[in-house]
């Protein structure tokens, strides 16, 4: 086993060009001209994979300093079972969650796993203050389990509804703290619960899509596809939430493209969402930049109805600079959508054709797939990468015996922000 190094990169602002050193946990342009993401630019254009454990095999495309214990790593492989029932002959799945006999070894079922593991190696100046990360639930749970086992201080934010999100095989460190917004809530209030306490001296944000190291952490799922197909994909694709797996997929094929060795193309991102909670299908197939409006009661109602609950982000990183709008566009890029009915033949699909169950926001995008290939979205013959972003969660809670952790505050669903600094001062004292 290679000794690890820290990843020589520097940051790019999307906005204004401007490079500069990763100092701060900066999650903009110091300039902050245009609302824009900032970008890691690193210094090996060639993607070497190293002898390290997990994930950090891909240690030199990630903004890290150090790598923790404990991570998997995504997984690709030629599909056989689901490729045929398709027609297609170069389908190839990228599993991202628990299935050991294909050595997937992430213990949350969830490609989440990749965002956490590289965001708490980046370099940290704020190491003083508590982590405060938002989440629809998968997130929560990959955060949760990463930042117990490395003893990483975190508040988690998420909707009470999706608390049954928060599985796990031991018992949370104490350094784990979970608060909730009130039934009836959604992802976005829990982020709204998460913005009010980063404002206090306690606590810094985790930062979302605008952390480079949680993109470049998703974007494995890529890296890992391209290197072992050897080739840059005809197609992605992939169910989203926020789009910041898309964004990031978009981003490794830059670099792919930098590299030189795969070839030069731009996958073409299929990524879909959950209806009746459509609203980056809606504002992409208007071909506007900004996000349509949408009443806030209406929206709740509608993630109410999906089953894929972690697809609910009604604010997404999708019109600033470098966004999802952009990915779309660079990559001639379309939005897909499936029923709860269509995800749920898709996963039954997947189980006895592939032999493993798959979390719900994954089988939306394998509906998705069946949909494009019976409408002649995509050839039979192209190049395809399914991103399965979870899976095998019931098949590690039959092996394993699992607990749930609990909020110690729930507050409503508009709360005061001064009544949860409050709570949030007498919680942490």
Same mark, same amino acid.
Request: net charge negative; glycine share 6%.
């Given at each position: 086993?290679?000794?690890f ?25 110091? @300039?902050?001209?245009?609302p824009?993401?900032?970008? $890691? ?9 190293k ?17 923790l214990? &404990? ?14 029932q ?13 299935w ?16 956490a ?10 190491k ?36 049954? /999100? ?17 039934? &009836? ?6 982020? @709204? ?19 480079? /190291? ?7 799922t ?7 197909i050897?080739k ?19 981003? $490794? ?29 809606? $504002?992409?197939d ?21 089953? $894929?609950?972690v ?11 470098g ?19 269509? /995800? ?36 039979k013959? /192209?190049?395809i ?12 809670k ?21 009544m ?10």
């Open positions: 086993m290679e000794n190094k820290p990843t020589n990169y520097r940051l790019e602002s999307l906005c204004c060009g401007t490079r500069f050193e990763d100092l701060h946990w900066d999650l903009n342009c110091p @300039h902050n001209e245009k824009a993401l900032i970008r $890691a630019i690193y210094a090996n254009k060639q993607i070497e994979i002898n390290l454990p997990g994930l950090y095999k891909y240690a030199n495309w990630l903004p890290i300093e150090k790598n214990e &404990g991570s998997g790593s995504p997984i690709t492989y030629k599909s056989k079972g689901l490729a045929k398709l027609g297609l002959s170069k389908l190839y799945i990228t599993f991202n969650g628990y050991p006999e294909k050595g997937a070894l992430m213990q949350t079922g969830t490609f989440k796993e990749c965002e593991f590289s965001v708490c190696a980046r370099k940290n100046d704020q003083d203050k508590i982590m405060v990360v938002a989440s629809a639930g998968n997130t929560a749970r990959a955060f949760a389990r990463v930042c117990s086992e490395n003893k990483i201080p975190l508040l988690l934010c998420i909707p009470e509804d999706n608390l049954s /999100a928060l599985w796990f095989k031991e018992e949370l460190n104490p350094c784990v703290r979970i608060i909730s917004s009130a039934s &009836g809530s959604d992802y976005f209030d829990a982020i @709204h619960l998460s913005n009010i306490a980063a404002e206090m001296d306690m606590f810094y944000p985790e930062g979302g899509a605008k952390n480079v /190291a949680r993109r470049d952490g998703m974007a494995l890529v890296v890992d596809a391209v290197t072992t050897g840059i994909p005809d197609y992605y694709f992939q169910a989203i939430g926020s789009g910041t797996g898309a964004i990031a997929a978009w981003e $490794a094929n830059l670099r792919f493209i930098e590299d030189g060795r795969f070839g030069h193309n731009k996958m073409k991102l299929m990524v879909s969402q959950n209806t009746p909670f459509l609203p980056i299908k809606d $504002a992409w208007a071909r506007s930049r900004n996000m349509l409006p949408l009443d806030d009661d209406l929206a709740r109602k509608q993630v109410e109805e999906i089953n $894929a609950k697809l609910s982000n009604r604010r997404p990183p999708y019109s600033l600079i966004g999802l709008f952009d990915a779309l566009m660079d990559t001639n890029g379309e939005v897909l959508a499936a029923t709860n009915s269509e /995800a749920e033949k898709a996963a039954q699909l997947f189980l006895e054709t592939e032999g493993n169950d798959i979390t719900s926001a994954a089988a939306v995008a394998v509906a998705t797939l069946i949909d494009a290939v019976n409408t002649g979205k995509v050839e013959d /192209a190049l990468m399914l991103n399965i972003t979870g899976g095998g969660t019931e098949k590690f039959s092996e394993h015996k699992t607990v749930y952790a609990k909020p110690e505050l729930i507050f409503p669903i508009d709360p005061d922000p001064e949860v600094k409050a709570k949030l001062e007498e919680l942490f004292k």
